[in-house]
């Protein structure tokens, strides 16, 4: 299958949208998860995934990412059905995802970690050139290693190893788990200006205040399905009743 190379653009000169899930269905060992979710992401815009534990926002990052199938339904990048391709192959193609849990390298250096992602095609000079803009402080921790940076800036340096392939879709699960709320305001802060620069963003994440204010649109996931939508503001009304009618079982 022929994945087209993803190129950001203004949302404006983007006809259909980046990201489109229909109808999907997904779940593990026979349990399904998924029960026909939609989503329509525009080009630089920021949609939240919001809603309970165990609700299937994570098993839907997983899905665009290409990490899980989906049993049925579409995914479609510029219009394009992209199902069933491969991880690698859709993060040439301009799809990033950071997953809970930052995943650096502990024992390499900052500048180590991120020399990691020149297997794109970025030189070493550009994928730190890349960081250090959007991460000052990374800069004056370049030579230490990684496992001792703070929680804050492990995640800061998870997502610099992301933007130096330059996405055009850039997938965050559960940005702010760990962190301080300063931290957090911070980090979404960057998201902001990602989007600014026409990378289209989907966050998953459990702290609705903070997110709902860079997000574009927000999706209440329950039991899943997308059972609203809509601006930050609309969203925020509904979500105490979408959290008290959720599940409580572990996260997937």
């Given at each position: 299958?022929?994945?087209?190379?993803?190129?950001?653009?203004?949302?404006?000169?983007?006809?259909?949208?980046?990201?489109?899930?229909?109808?999907?269905?997904?779940?593990?060992?026979?349990?399904?998860?998924l029960h026909g979710?939609?989503?329509?992401?525009?080009?630089?815009?920021?949609?939240?995934?919001?809603?309970?534990?165990?609700?299937?926002?994570?098993?839907?990052?997983?899905?665009?990412?290409?990490?899980?199938?989906?049993?049925?339904?579409?995914?479609?990048?510029?219009?394009?059905?992209?199902?069933?391709?491969?991880?690698?192959?859709?993060?040439?193609?301009?799809?990033?995802?950071?997953?809970?849990?930052?995943?650096?390298?502990?024992?390499l250096t900052v500048?180590?970690?991120?020399?990691?992602?020149?297997?794109?095609?970025?030189?070493?000079?550009?994928?730190?050139?890349?960081?250090?803009?959007?991460?000052?402080?990374?800069?004056?921790?370049?030579?230490?290693?990684?496992?001792?940076?703070?929680?804050?800036?492990?995640?800061?340096?998870?997502?610099?190893?992301?933007?130096?392939?330059?996405?055009?879709?850039?997938?965050?699960?559960?940005?702010?788990?760990?962190?301080?709320?300063?931290?957090?305001?911070?980090?979404?802060?960057?998201?902001?200006?990602?989007?600014?620069?026409?990378?289209?963003?989907?966050?998953?994440?459990?702290?609705?205040d903070v997110v709902?204010?860079?997000?574009?649109?927000?999706?209440?996931?329950?039991?899943?399905?997308?059972?609203?939508?809509?601006?930050?503001?609309?969203?925020?009304?509904?979500?105490?009743?979408?959290?008290?009618?959720?599940?409580?079982?572990?996260?997937?």
């Open positions: 299958m022929t994945v087209l190379r993803l190129e950001p653009r203004e949302p404006a000169a983007i006809d259909p949208p980046l990201l489109e899930l229909r109808r999907i269905r997904a779940g593990y060992d026979g349990i399904e998860v979710f939609d989503l329509t992401v525009a080009a630089g815009s920021v949609v939240a995934l919001l809603g309970p534990n165990g609700a299937g926002k994570t098993t839907a990052l997983k899905v665009i990412a290409g990490q899980h199938p989906a049993s049925s339904g579409d995914v479609l990048l510029f219009g394009h059905r992209v199902n069933g391709t491969a991880p690698d192959r859709l993060a040439r193609s301009g799809v990033c995802v950071i997953p809970e849990g930052r995943g650096v390298f502990p024992n500048r180590e970690n991120l020399w990691m992602m020149t297997y794109a095609g970025c030189s070493r000079g550009d994928v730190e050139a890349i960081a250090y803009h959007r991460f000052p402080r990374l800069a004056e921790r370049r030579d230490q290693a990684a496992g001792t940076l703070s929680g804050g800036e492990q995640q800061m340096l998870a997502m610099a190893r992301g933007l130096a392939t330059r996405p055009a879709l850039l997938l965050l699960d559960e940005l702010s788990m760990g962190l301080a709320p300063l931290v957090v305001e911070d980090l979404y802060a960057v998201v902001a200006g990602i989007a600014a620069d026409g990378v289209s963003v989907v966050v998953v994440e459990q702290f609705a709902l204010k860079v997000a574009d649109r927000a999706a209440v996931v329950v039991h899943g399905r997308v059972a609203h939508e809509g601006t930050p503001a609309h969203v925020q009304a509904l979500l105490a009743e979408a959290y008290l009618g959720g599940t409580h079982e572990g996260k997937r």
